[in-house]
């Protein structure tokens, strides 16, 4: 009796053993990391995201479910002024201002242009693929907003400290990359670099961001021109 006792504690060990390593694979950490602003130390911590890419194949990995994306225009302002989409989706641009905007962008993130449309009106737009997008208003100068559309769910915004926390994130090797309102992209893209992740999770430690100086938020018109400084709008 003992003997089959121990014969039937054996089976059931064997049987669960497999399930028992699959949930290892699967065990999720959360990621800690902090963004050190060189030579910014006086002023806020400006914007930003850090995101992981897989190196390996995840096809459980998918972004929460979310009904639509909104970058609002009201207060001549667009709200929010970050905004994280996964690739293929749509973002409204409403307009709740009480006067006309113009919509564009023209960097290599999406490249559009809305026009000029009234308030009350919505515009939308598909950022198709992977990269950022920095979004401004052809009529107002002041108005800008970025759009960083990913491939991968595991993606955190920074907090006004530059502390970043991403969560679930499975044991593997990942990409890590980080953008930096302000930063040129040169230096954002030797920030990139693979990292391991073992099963136990835990912190990245600290990325060394060098802004001296933080890059001008001066742009051009959707036409490549300076806006016209004498210019006073009506809308």
Same mark, same amino acid.
């Given at each position: ?8 504690? #054996?089976?059931?060990?064997? /049987? ?10 699967? /065990?999720?950490?959360?990621?800690? #990391? ?15 995201? *850090?995101?992981?890419? +897989? ?5 459980? @990995? ?12 009201? %207060? ?6 970050? @905004? *994280? ?9 409403? %307009? ?21 449309? &009234? ?7 598909? =950022?198709?693929? &992977? ?6 208003? $052809?009529?107002? +100068? &002041? ?7 990913? !491939? !991968? ?22 990409? @890590? ?13 030797? #920030? ?17 961001? +060098? ?5 001008? $938020?001066?742009?051009? $018109?959707? =036409? ?12």
């Amino acid at each position: 009796m003992r003997r089959l006792r121990l014969l039937i504690m #054996l089976a059931i060990a064997a /049987a669960l053993l497999p399930r028992t390593e699959a949930f290892a694979q699967q /065990a999720t950490n959360d990621v800690h #990391l902090h963004l050190a602003f060189l030579g910014n130390a006086k002023r806020p911590a400006p914007p930003a995201v *850090v995101w992981l890419k +897989p190196l390996q194949p995840m096809p459980e @990995l998918q972004f929460p479910p979310h009904k639509a994306y909104t970058l609002l225009q009201k %207060n001549r302002t667009f709200i929010p002024h970050l @905004l *994280v989409v996964p690739v293929a989706s749509q973002v409204l641009f409403p %307009n709740a201002d009480p006067f006309y905007h113009d919509v564009f962008s023209d960097f290599d993130g999406k490249r559009f242009d809305l026009g000029l449309y &009234e308030a009350g009106s919505t515009k939308g737009v598909t =950022f198709s693929r &992977e990269g950022v997008s920095y979004i401004f208003c $052809n009529i107002h +100068p &002041e108005m800008s907003a970025v759009v960083v559309a990913l !491939t !991968t769910p595991l993606y955190a915004i920074a907090d006004s400290a530059g502390g970043v926390d991403i969560h679930d994130v499975q044991a593997g090797d990942y990409e @890590l990359h980080a953008w930096v309102e302000g930063v040129p992209q040169a230096i954002l893209d030797r #920030l990139a670099h693979r990292v391991h992740l073992g099963p136990n999770g835990g912190g990245l430690g600290l990325i060394n961001v +060098p802004i001296t100086p933080l890059r001008s $938020n001066a742009h051009t $018109n959707k =036409f490549g021109q300076p806006y016209d400084k004498d210019s006073k709008p009506t809308y």
